[in-house]
């Protein structure tokens, strides 16, 4: 059985390195969120600080927004920068399909239809980190990576069953060598996200305050994610709805939820339109809203608030009313 899911995984990432080959060969001019992480990994090499030079009129690479990542981004970079810039972009693809192939492939094989949505093409095409933090759902040992987006990662935790001490070592492993190589780091990155203006919470869309309803189930996994998602600043693209796809518990949501995935994006494409970028990435957020983060609460609530906690959660919750206290899954056998 791992034999037949790694030649899967296999598959995937060659497929995914070969789209990545194609677009740059159509598209040779256009950049992905990962070229400024390359160059950034590059700039460290050299002694220089990337905050400096990458961004709007930078020096080493020109990007309509400021380097928002913190340096832990670009410490984990630095294998991928000894190459040229298209092979890491073709290998971080390869590497990050074929992680979450691997994952999706260990469950019903109806979840193979992730692959097919928006949410994946866009995240995978694009060089986006959603890809391997979507794995580490189902792939634990992935969630060292989650220092190179923090806000990211308390919404990713939530989603994990529990904090693993191997993860705090290679955290701690990873901040102090970003501090060793780049300096103190920390305020050149607050003040970076001090200028993103489209970070902001989907609570605060028209409607979101909806999807605090996750509360209602929250021994479930997955409500805890997307509560945790629905208050985190972050942006609104539908290639960060990829962890929600893990939701559905049937094949018959699982398309839906693909689906309505790929409906966002085609109106997306074809009827946003906004005179600003921030404004066009919040408006973009109302529609992922409804079509892919709505449709994932009502799949939730449907569900009894039914789920494994810490023993320290059932404690802290035991006078809570029995509707919302919920229960423990009852062991059987």
């Known amino acids: 059985?791992?034999?037949?899911?790694?030649?899967?995984?296999?598959?995937?990432?060659?497929?995914?390195?070969?789209?990545?080959?194609?677009?740059?060969?159509?598209?040779?001019?256009?950049?992905?969120?990962?070229?400024?992480?390359?160059?950034?990994?590059?700039?460290?090499?050299?002694?220089?600080?990337?905050?400096?030079?990458?961004?709007?009129?930078?020096?080493?690479?020109?990007?309509?927004?400021?380097?928002?990542?913190?340096?832990t981004a670009a410490v984990l970079l630095l294998p991928l920068s000894f190459l040229p810039l298209l092979a890491a972009r073709v290998i971080f693809a390869m590497l990050s399909s074929g992680a979450l192939t691997y994952g999706l492939s260990a469950g019903p094989r109806w979840r193979l239809f992730v692959l097919a949505s928006a949410s994946f093409l866009w995240a995978a095409g694009s060089g986006q980190w959603s890809v391997l933090f979507t794995a580490s759902l189902l792939i634990p040992w992935l969630a060292v990576i989650?220092?190179?987006?923090?806000?990211?990662?308390?919404?990713?935790?939530?989603?994990?069953?529990?904090?693993?001490?191997?993860?705090?070592?290679?955290?701690?492993?990873?901040?102090?060598?970003?501090?060793?190589?780049?300096?103190?780091?920390?305020p050149d990155w607050l003040a970076a996200l001090g200028t993103a203006p489209h970070f902001r919470p989907y609570v605060f869309h028209i409607g979101g305050p909806l999807l605090l309803l996750t509360v209602l189930r929250w021994r479930q996994r997955e409500a805890r994610l997307l509560l945790a998602m629905s208050v985190v600043p972050m942006t609104t693209m539908i290639y960060e709805t990829l962890p929600l796809l893990l939701i559905p518990s049937t094949r018959r949501e699982c398309l839906l939820l693909v689906v309505l995935a790929n409906v966002a994006s085609a109106v997306q494409l074809t009827l946003v339109h906004a005179p600003t970028e921030a404004e066009y990435i919040w408006r973009y957020g109302?529609?992922?809203?409804?079509?892919?983060?709505?449709?994932?609460?009502?799949?939730?609530?449907?569900?009894?608030?039914?789920?494994?906690?810490?023993?320290?959660?059932?404690?802290?919750?035991?006078r809570l009313p029995t509707w919302l206290r919920g229960r423990a899954p009852i062991e059987t056998g």
């Open 286 to 318: 109302d529609i992922t809203l409804w079509l892919v983060y709505v449709p994932a609460l009502v799949m939730i609530l449907r569900r009894a608030n039914e789920g494994a906690v810490p023993a320290w959660a059932e404690r802290l919750t035991s």
């Open 1 to 71: 059985m791992v034999k037949h899911r790694a030649w899967i995984a296999v598959g995937v990432a060659l497929a995914a390195g070969g789209v990545v080959i194609t677009d740059a060969l159509y598209n040779p001019t256009g950049a992905t969120d990962l070229d400024q992480l390359w160059h950034a990994a590059r700039a460290l090499r050299h002694g220089l600080d990337p905050y400096q030079v990458i961004g709007p009129g930078g020096a080493v690479f020109h990007w309509d927004w400021a380097f928002y990542y913190p340096l």
């Open 146 to 186: 989650y220092p190179v987006k923090p806000n990211l990662a308390v919404a990713y935790l939530a989603g994990q069953n529990r904090l693993r001490t191997a993860w705090l070592v290679g955290w701690a492993a990873l901040v102090l060598v970003s501090v060793v190589i780049g300096g103190w780091w920390v």
